[in-house]
């Protein structure tokens, strides 16, 4: 396996953590987080926080943001791979710019978890979009401007269902000579995780909007924030748990599919 793919079994894993650790909070309702980015915190940054709490976890950590970077890379250079410059190309190249920067800072915080410095620098994710927001709205139009992002992350969301529902994932595959249970499985996996990857970013996007409805920027919420706040009745927790199930089947595709990853452009 290419070191570059190493990236997307990197990206796997904590999409699949941050799943495991949304599961507790379907059955356990609302409450609050603690909101710094300990391991309990169903987030990116929660999620390398409970890798450092494991045996082993500094190596693990070093591996984990090894690969990270790796991912970050390749999102980086797939934005730039000669192919079709238009329209329809040049959101995808933006996203893979935006997906390179979030890596790249998630890598940076297994970094600082690796060396032992865990609880500074790496707040929650719920604070950051908070402050975020809260810039926003200081400017001019700011609340205009937040709902036209909420807007485009529900846009988002929604894309990253038909993704998943008419399976159009696999065409960043190389399946020519899978077997049929590989094949199945990657098919599967997939579908659960770019649906369940929808759900989780249409619920911040949501309460990005609300935060731009209400002039609130304490509105905006980060994933683990968000997820206890939807839990708080019956309905809100199954949906929950299909977001947590959905982001450890990505975890498990992204895993299992990595030595089958095209490198291509748009």
């Not at 199954?238 to 452009?265: D, M, N, Q, T």
């Amino acid at each position: 396996m290419p070191l570059v793919r190493l990236g997307w079994v990197a990206n796997g894993v904590v999409h699949g953590l941050v799943g495991v650790l949304a599961v507790p909070i379907a059955f356990g309702g609302g409450g609050a987080g603690d909101g710094d980015g300990s391991g309990d915190e169903a987030s990116r940054s929660g999620a390398v926080a409970e890798i450092a709490e494991r045996p082993y976890g500094g190596a693990l950590l070093w591996g984990l943001a090894a690969g990270l970077v790796l991912y970050a890379l390749w999102r980086l250079v797939t934005a730039f791979l000669p192919g079709d410059i238009g329209a329809a190309t040049l959101p995808h190249r933006a996203g893979y710019l935006g997906s390179a920067g979030v890596y790249g800072l998630l890598a940076w915080t297994a970094v600082v978890y690796a060396v032992g410095s865990g609880g500074s620098g790496t707040g929650g994710s719920g604070g950051m979009l908070e402050d975020v927001s809260r810039t926003v709205m200081e400017v001019i139009a700011g609340r205009w401007l937040l709902a036209v992002g909420a807007l485009i992350g529900l846009g988002g969301a929604g894309y990253l269902a038909h993704r998943g529902w008419n399976r159009i994932f696999l065409d960043e595959f190389d399946l020519s000579d899978a077997s049929s249970r590989e094949r199945e499985l990657i098919e599967k996996a997939g579908m659960i995780g770019w649906i369940g990857r929808a759900v989780t970013t249409a619920l911040l996007a949501g309460f990005v909007l609300l935060a731009a409805i209400n002039a609130d920027p304490d509105e905006a919420k980060g994933l683990d924030a968000a997820l206890r706040d939807v839990a708080d009745n019956r309905l809100g927790s199954v949906l929950v748990l299909a977001a947590a199930l959905g982001l450890i089947g990505y975890g498990v595709f992204s895993i299992v599919s990595a030595r089958r990853r095209l490198l291509v452009g748009p």
